[in-house]
């Protein structure tokens, strides 16, 4: 069982940065690859970024590529989701997710966050 408290979401003018992080519990958490989800209202969940368990693997969605960057401490617990350059499109609140493989797929991740508003203003 893995618990995962997101945070570091917010308001912010289109163009500028924020930076979510998610602490889980459980000492297994090296074993799990992480990933970063978002829903916007009225839409479906989707994917933004995944890492391995050792942080050497990573995927974006393409529509967030050359703007986020996925990272994580094994040590501390944590993944971080560093978010540059953003845009209005990019509203939506931000999940963190657990899994047994690195994946795209939502349906592939075992452990979910609350969720972080993350709101982009034009």
């Known amino acids: 069982q893995v618990q995962m408290v997101e945070s570091g979401g917010g308001m912010v003018q289109s163009g500028g940065s924020l930076r979510l992080s998610c602490v889980a519990s459980g000492s297994t958490f090296s074993s799990y690859a992480m990933g970063w989800f978002r829903q916007a209202p009225g839409k479906e969940r989707e994917f933004v970024a995944t890492i391995g368990w050792s942080g050497a693997i990573r995927h974006y969605a393409d529509s967030v590529k050359g703007r986020f960057t996925i990272s994580r401490d094994n040590a501390k617990n944590t993944v971080h989701l560093q978010m540059n350059s953003l845009k209005p499109e990019d509203t939506a609140v931000y999940y963190c997710?657990?899994?047994?493989?690195?994946?795209?797929?939502?349906?592939?991740?075992?452990?979910w966050g609350q969720g972080t508003q993350v709101t982009v203003s034009s």
């Open positions: 997710a657990a899994g047994g493989s690195i994946s795209t797929v939502v349906a592939e991740y075992n452990y």
